[in-house]
């Protein structure tokens, strides 16, 4: 496994749309394998990605402590609720505020040898899905409050 360079915030790659992952292979499993290592060396509770350069629909979330779980191509197919907390983001060190995210999200995907799964994930964990989903579209958290527009303009990055 290898750590890869985080991008960060102001390089126009972020905002770009991921692609559908086609292909099962090896070199999709030594990208999520890679992704992981990077999340846990960066202290960060999900990676997208895109966010190691690579515009692809995957992300690894930590579910529980030491328990990851890879999502290949999701598609959220039903929320409910919303709920404030805070977020940060491993390509905007430094910087965290509060984000209003559905309180549940429950998910369709893909494993990393294709297979389908539906997900279910409250708070904590719904909040972290949605973010690296929001990823693969281009999103970032501080496009969805004041704050964050806020410290995009100081910062003058988009
Ligand atoms: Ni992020």
């Given amino acids: 496994m290898a750590i890869r360079n985080i991008v960060i915030l102001g390089n126009a790659t972020l905002r770009k749309k991921s692609k559908p992952v086609t292909s099962f292979d090896q070199s999709l499993g030594i990208l999520l394998d890679d992704m992981k290592a990077t999340m846990i060396e960066k202290k960060g509770v999900g990676i997208s990605a895109v966010q190691v ?92 409050t004041e704050e964050g527009r806020e410290y995009k303009k100081e910062h003058g990055v988009e």
């Fill in 53 to 144: 350069g690579v515009l692809r629909r995957a992300i690894v979330v930590e579910t529980e402590p030491g328990k990851y779980l890879e999502i290949i191509n999701p598609e959220i197919v039903k929320t409910k609720g919303k709920v404030k907390d805070t977020e940060g983001c491993l390509s905007i060190p430094g910087f965290y505020c509060d984000v209003p995210r559905p309180r549940y999200v429950k998910i369709t995907a893909q494993d990393r040898h294709g297979k389908t799964f539906e997900f279910e994930a409250e708070d904590y964990i719904a909040r972290c899905v949605c973010h690296e989903i929001d990823h693969l579209n281009g999103v970032l958290f501080v496009d969805l």
